[in-house]
Structure formats: structure tokens, C-alpha cells
């Protein structure tokens, strides 16, 4: 069974970053891309970028470029993603997902911005 | 960008009604175009892929069809369990893009 376990709850200042995890099981990430989506409160889901971990190709919405960090390590089979400077505008639930149509996700974890 | 513009924002049907979702994309986008249930406080759920595919295990009142640039996701009965966000995604071109999702609801 293909799981896909995300770290807990961040609450991060302004100014900082934070780096959330993504711990796939049953399946070896070497073989699908790894995305991150992001929902923030009371909104829709919108796509912040993918990774293909056999060699580490991302690729980013535009919004996001400087904002997020995709990498992956394959010989922990987890993928991350580091959001930095933070500001109020990226509270939000961050879910990694799994596969070209975005068949397996994570639990999602929220991440608040606050002072 | 492929833009996805999802209608209606939000529907209000009864027990047993056909209930249609339509989503329509700014460019050619093939049969890339996926289907997502997401339950309130839940994951995204796919349900639909390639347009017209039902994942395993997604109940057989729901299908997905295509005409021209107009993809719908229809309940052809809508029980109490279907309650939940819809989110259609389109998956030919970088960057992926969502609609805006529908929030179903019983009347």
C-alpha cells in the first residue's frame, strides 16, 4: 500500500523559512515526480512545483520560484520542501503528492505565519 | 498559463439528483485533465484521470467526459457521502493548473 506521511505542524515568524518532509512507502520515489500543492484557508488547491527525484529536475510555478525549495532524497524515499521568507500570505495547508496525475497525497500539514 | 475555469462555485442538489461539474481550459489540453473529491478537513481524493478513467474504487454513479474544451464530472445519483469540494487539474503543461473547485452540498 503506497502511503505518503507528512512532518507535523510549523508555526514560523516572519523573515524565516521552514522545511517540510514527505515520507513516501511502498513505492520508490525514483520512479514518479513529487509535487507540493498548496490550499490556503477557505480557497482552492494551486500548484507549487514538482521534483523528479532520480536526478533532481524541478520545475516551479512562477509565484513560487523564490519562495520554495523542492529536493528529495531517494535513500530515505522522502521528498521536502523548504518555503523561506515567510509572510503572512503563506498560511496555508501544504500536501505532497505522488505521481504525473497526482494519484497519492499526503496528509497535508498546515503551516501558519505569525509574529 | 492553461487557465481552468470550473462552474458552477457551488451547488445545492437533492438526494438522487444528476449533478454536472464542468471545467474549461483556456488551451487544447487533450484528455490531461484530472477530477478530485476533497471531504472537509481531508486530502484530495482522485477520482477521475485521462478525462474519462474512474479510479479503483470510486463509486460508479461518478463519471468524467469531454466535449471539446468542456470537461464535466457528473454524479449520476448523489448520495449524502458525495458532500465535498471538487477540484479538476490539468496536467499537459507546466505549470499544472487547477480550477477554482466546486463545494457541493444537499439541499
Known amino acids: 500500500e503506497v502511503q505518503l506521511q507528512q512532518s507535523g505542524a510549523e508555526l514560523g515568524k516572519p523573515g524565516t523559512s521552514v522545511k517540510l518532509s514527505c515520507k513516501v512507502s511502498?513505492?520508490?520515489?525514483?520512479?514518479?515526480?513529487m509535487h507540493w500543492v498548496n490550499q490556503r484557508p477557505g480557497k482552492g488547491l494551486e500548484w507549487i512545483g514538482r521534483?523528479?527525484?532520480?536526478?533532481?529536475?524541478?520545475i516551479y510555478a512562477e509565484k513560487f520560484k523564490s519562495k520554495a525549495t523542492l529536493t528529495a532524497d531517494t535513500s530515505s524515499n522522502t521528498a521536502y520542501m523548504q518555503l523561506s521568507q515567510l509572510k503572512s500570505d503563506d498560511t496555508a495547508i501544504y500536501f505532497c503528492?505522488?505521481?504525473?496525475?497526482?494519484?497519492?497525497w499526503g496528509q497535508g500539514v498546515m503551516v501558519t505565519v505569525s509574529s | 498559463d492553461i487557465q481552468m475555469t470550473q462552474s458552477p462555485s457551488s451547488l445545492s442538489a437533492s438526494l438522487g439528483d444528476r449533478v454536472t461539474i464542468t471545467c474549461r481550459a483556456s488551451?487544447?489540453?487533450?484528455?490531461?485533465l484530472t477530477w478530485f473529491q476533497q471531504k472537509p478537513g481531508k486530502s484530495p481524493r482522485r477520482m477521475i484521470y485521462?478525462?474519462?478513467n474512474l479510479e479503483d474504487g470510486v463509486p460508479s454513479r461518478f463519471s468524467g467526459s469531454r466535449s471539446g474544451s468542456d470537461y464535466s464530472l457528473t454524479i449520476s445519483s448523489l448520495e449524502s457521502e458525495d458532500v465535498a469540494d471538487y477540484h479538476c487539474?490539468?496536467?499537459?503543461?507546466?505549470?499544472?493548473?487547477f480550477g477554482s473547485g466546486t463545494k457541493l452540498e444537499i439541499k
Open positions: 511502498g513505492y520508490n520515489i525514483r520512479n514518479t515526480y
Open positions: 487539474l490539468q496536467s499537459i503543461q507546466y505549470p499544472f493548473t
Open positions: 503528492a505522488m505521481g504525473w496525475e497526482l494519484g497519492y
Open positions: 485521462g478525462a474519462t
Open positions: 488551451q487544447d489540453i487533450g484528455n490531461y
Open positions: 521534483i523528479d527525484p532520480a536526478n533532481g529536475n524541478t
